[in-house]
């Protein structure tokens, strides 16, 4: 079994800051790609930003410049940085990964339960 836990959701004003953390545990042998994907009410959930095992990232054009994800593979742990918030950032914010296990050997791909991130104006 794994699982992903985030943490670090929360209310916050227009232009303030936040840093999403989402750690991994379980039957881990390697993680491949970890990203932050958010569902705003009424709306599909989309990826934000996602980063590989060798650190290349990608982000949504809205959150460029404003964003960042890292990662601690030692750990087994993904952070997003939220700087610049704005309204439209609010959304529940979910972790996503790749994960292989050994004994037995099972690939899967892994959700966090999501937290909720506020921005006010």
């Known amino acids: 079994q794994v699982q992903l836990v985030e943490s670090g959701g929360g209310l916050v004003q227009t232009g303030g800051s936040l840093r999403l953390s989402c750690a991994a545990s379980?039957?881990?042998?390697?993680?491949?790609?970890m990203d932050w994907h958010r569902q705003a009410p009424g709306k599909q959930r989309e990826l934000v930003a996602a980063?590989?095992?060798?650190?290349?990232?990608n982000y949504q054009d809205s959150v460029k410049g404003r964003f960042t994800i890292s990662r601690d593979n030692a750990k087994n742990t993904v952070y997003l940085q939220m700087n610049s918030l704005k309204p439209e950032d609010t959304a529940v914010y979910y972790c996503?990964?790749?994960?292989?296990?050994?004994?037995?050997?099972?690939?899967?791909?892994?959700w966090g339960q999501g937290t909720l991130v506020t921005v006010s104006s």
């Open positions: 996503n990964a790749v994960i292989v296990s050994r004994q037995p050997y099972r690939v899967q791909e892994v």
């Open positions: 379980g039957n881990i042998f390697s993680i491949t790609s």
């Open positions: 980063i590989t095992s060798g650190g290349s990232t």
